[in-house]
């Protein structure tokens, strides 16, 4: 599933050939995401300039106005840029053309995607109310963590991605991150002090910033707008490794069942 470096990746992928260009034309092929797609986007978005897009969490928030169009690529969305957008293949759900000629696609072979339309309100959209700092945020820091986590007997690779304690650490991105702060995945939240806190607010910072660069993560489907793969899942220190000697202390890395996941950890390096 595309997480944030995935999503970030993308953002930074499609911003320079859509952002102040005008919506000309809207091709919706099948509304059948998560969530319809609504029925009146092309009226609403024809003749609308996007002024910016943003990230929050694993969603792009194209800005036009006061108005925003929300794109999630579940679990295997993509967005792509072409300068003459290919025949329309299976799984391709929508077209943006922009005054440019560029083309913004947009692909789900699952369907666990969503494009919705935001209104402009003083209220923030419900599938974005209720999440947590962004991991690259001043409120992120090793205080909120340890003050948010006193009451969490639960795991802290399950607190880590949990998105209304900090938003966009997956799967993999967990595992790393706890890695590289040398603490066991399964350690409960509330028994974690506060500077083995700092050191983990830093080691999700670096593992994300080394994500973005390396393009994120394709176990399977992701692709960025250019179409090309990310290859940070070739880097990891832990995950998927389980057996293989740890790249820092040669011990062999184990996995646990977490939340019906596996959790892989170096019994040496994280104690």
């Known amino acids: 599933m595309p997480e944030l470096p995935e999503v ?3 953002r930074r992928g499609v911003a320079p050939h859509v952002e102040r260009q005008k919506v000309t034309a809207v091709r919706v092929y099948d509304r059948r995401l998560r969530w319809p797609v609504p029925r009146d986007l092309s009226r609403r978005l024809v003749g609308r300039t996007v002024d ?6 694993k969603y792009l928030l194209f800005r036009l106005g006061e108005d925003t169009l ?3 690529l579940g679990m295997t969305g993509s967005l792509r840029v072409f300068n003459v ?3 329309r293949q299976a799984h391709d759900h929508m077209d943006l053309e922009f005054s440019s000629g560029i083309v913004l696609r947009y692909r789900d072979p699952r369907r666990f995607g969503a494009v919705l339309w935001a209104p402009a309100s003083k209220r923030e959209h419900r599938l974005l109310a209720a999440l947590g700092p962004e991991p690259f945020s ?10 948010a986590t006193r009451g969490r007997r639960a795991a802290i690779k399950l ?9 966009g650490v997956g799967n993999i991105y967990a595992n790393e991150s706890l890695f590289r702060a040398g603490i066991r995945p399964a350690r409960a939240a509330n028994r974690i002090s506060l500077p083995r806190f700092a050191r983990l607010v830093q080691a999700v910072r670096d593992t994300l910033t080394e994500a973005i660069a390396r393009g994120g993560s394709t176990l399977r489907d992701y692709v960025d707008s250019r179409g090309e793969r990310g290859n940070f899942q070739l880097a990891c220190f832990v995950y998927g490794r ?5 790249r820092v202390c ?4 184990r996995s646990v069942r977490l939340g019906g996941r596996a959790s892989y950890f170096c019994p040496r390096c994280q104690r």
């Open 138 to 147: 001043p409120e992120f820091n090793a205080d909120y963590l340890h003050r």
């Open 242 to 246: 389980e057996g293989e000697p740890c």
């Open 159 to 167: 607190a880590l991605m949990d998105n209304r304690l900090v938003v």
């Open 250 to 253: 040669g011990t062999s890395i």
């Open 70 to 72: 929300i794109v999630h």
């Open 85 to 87: 957008a290919p025949p």
């Open 8 to 10: 970030e990746t993308t």
């Open 52 to 57: 910016r897009i943003e990230r929050r969490s």
